[in-house]
């Protein structure tokens, strides 16, 4: 189930014309790598007798958790600056916001690169500890999970070009005016949380380590 939602939901979002809601289902399938990663962890423990990857798909879920409360909070942050000034979500009435608001074009960018998993982002981590984990008990499960990056990388990408990049499209873009102070910090810490977690993942692995083993260790005793 966890599967279906990653690969289903990720083709869903590819033909939103809603801003909110391709982030919604994106949301969705991000989401799905965290009970991936708890279903994983259960086959590693009862079915391969292998505690060390099933801690891995445990930390995978829970560093993915923690990620997507960065990823998708900063990029409905976006939305909700956008919607402020234009009074619409609709990606066709976007087009060239980069020309007008070059900051907020560098920091939904790098929000959209998280989104899908580029190395470096604390949305890579999660999902590729997931997929680790994965591979260890069935490869072709994480096959198709991984084949789910280049979904995001799709649908993620697609979207900046449409309201980033290219010509402004019309006059109402064209008066958007820059980040204030405020919505600036907000951004910003944002981009703080993605870049530390992608960066240096250990101090949040060694925080949760007592509890995952705790996790573990009720899986492989648990009767269900």
Request: proline residues 4%; glycine residues 10%.
């Amino acid at each position: 189930a966890s599967l279906i939602a990653i690969v289903y939901i990720g083709h869903v979002a590819l033909v939103q014309p809603d801003l909110k809601k391709l982030i919604a289902y994106s949301s969705v399938a991000h989401m799905a790598f965290v009970t991936l990663g708890t279903f994983i962890a259960l086959a590693l423990v009862r079915e391969a007798g292998n505690p060390a990857g099933a801690r891995l798909g445990i930390q995978g879920a829970m560093v993915q958790m923690i990620s997507h409360g960065f990823v998708s909070g900063a990029l409905f942050a976006c939305i909700g600056i956008m919607y402020e000034r234009m009074h619409t979500r609709l990606i066709k009435d976007y087009g060239g916001i980069g020309h007008v608001m070059p900051w907020f074009g560098v920091f939904w960018v790098l929000f959209a690169m998280a989104n899908c998993g580029l190395p470096g982002t604390s949305g890579f981590v999660g999902e590729f500890m997931v997929i680790l984990a994965s591979f260890q008990t069935k490869p072709l499960i994480a096959f198709i999970a991984a084949y789910t990056l280049i979904i995001g990388a799709a649908y993620s990408l697609w979207l900046v070009k449409r309201i980033i990049y290219g010509p402004v499209a019309n006059d109402h873009v064209a008066a958007m005016r820059p980040l204030d102070a405020r919505e600036w910090i907000v951004l910003a810490v944002f981009a703080l949380g993605v870049l530390a977690v992608g960066v240096y993942p250990k101090f949040l692995t060694d925080l949760m380590e007592p509890a995952v083993q705790q996790i573990v260790t009720q899986l492989g005793q648990a009767k269900v």
